[in-house]
Structures are given as structure tokens and as C-alpha cells.
């Protein structure tokens, strides 16, 4: 008797897994067909699902600060959440960086942006969201040095392969 209770935990467990991962990827997919009321939909109903799971918070960040929906009322705050949840996600503080940037916190966008990069510095994003900052926080020839190397071209051809989905996708099947 045992036995079948635990297959139905199992199984029951499996199915609730698989419907979180569903609600994620279809709400990718309505992200990325500009369908983004439907998309935030779906990404807030996986984070009520499961509140303190990283990935579904980094999603609802990047929808509403990537796409400039309530950056400061939903999307600062979600990332935040996501950066606390995940402190070693460089994708996370990249976002939260952005948002910061994007609401005029400039002061407190650039250490954060500059933590994304310590962590990967490879994240091209990242280092496109910073040299953008640093358009607007530094003068002249310094700024073109420093911008320059941020957004060095082997960098920047990343850009085209590396989108924040392909992160999403990692985490969901690696989860």
C-alpha cells in the first residue's frame, strides 16, 4: 500500500513540476511574440506557484525591464528579489543593474552592473548595459577608453547567441 501512495507522490509531484515549467516556457513564448500582458500573466502565476524560485523572478524582471513595462513598481522590485534568491546570478544583478539605470538610480546601477561582470565577464548584456551608464556618467576620452574595451568586438558578436531566454531555458531544464 505504501508503495502505490509514493508512486502517486511521485507522480503527482512530477505533473505539478512539469506544469510550473510549462507556464515559463509558454509565457517566454508569448514574451517574445510582444504579447506582454499575457506573458506577465503567466510569469506572475509561476511565481505565486513557487515565490522564492530565482528563475521565475529573473523572468518577470526581464519582462517588465527589458521591454519597459513598470520598470520601477514591478520590475526593480523583481529583480531585487531575483539578486536575493540568487546572489551568484550574474544574469539577476545584470537586470537589476539596468532597471536601476533605466529609473534614474545611476549611483546605485553601476556597482551593481559591475558585480554582473565580476561574476561573468563574459555576459555581453551586462557589459553593454554598463558601457551605455557609462556613456552618461563619464566624460570624454575617458569614456571612450573605458566604453571601448567594455564593448570589444568578440564581446558584442555574443550578443546575437546569447539572449536572456537561452539562460530561462538553462535553469528550467537544469532544475
Do not use: C
Not at 58 to 83: F, S
Amino acid at each position: 500500500m505504501a508503495t502505490v501512495d509514493q508512486f502517486a507522490l511521485s507522480e503527482s509531484f512530477r505533473k505539478a513540476e512539469s506544469k510550473k515549467s510549462n507556464l515559463i516556457l509558454e509565457a517566454s513564448f508569448l514574451h517574445l511574440q510582444g504579447e506582454y500582458e499575457a506573458a506577465e500573466g503567466q510569469f506572475v502565476q509561476a511565481v505565486v506557484r513557487e515565490p522564492d524560485h530565482p528563475a521565475w523572478r529573473l523572468a518577470l524582471g526581464e519582462l517588465y525591464i527589458g521591454w519597459l513595462i513598470r520598470v520601477a513598481e514591478k520590475g526593480v522590485p523583481a529583480a531585487r528579489r531575483a539578486v536575493e534568491l540568487a546572489p551568484d546570478n550574474a544574469q539577476a544583478r545584470d537586470w537589476l543593474g539596468w532597471g536601476l539605470h533605466l529609473i534614474g538610480d545611476d549611483a546605485q546601477a553601476e556597482p551593481v552592473l559591475r558585480a554582473a561582470l565580476d561574476l561573468d565577464p563574459a555576459l555581453a548584456r551586462a557589459r553593454l548595459h554598463l558601457g551605455n551608464l557609462l556613456m552618461v556618467l563619464l566624460p570624454g576620452a575617458r569614456q571612450q577608453r573605458l566604453v571601448g574595451r567594455l564593448l570589444d568586438q568578440r564581446v558584442l558578436e555574443r550578443v546575437g547567441r546569447l539572449g536572456g531566454h537561452a539562460a530561462l531555458v538553462q535553469q528550467l531544464g537544469g532544475d
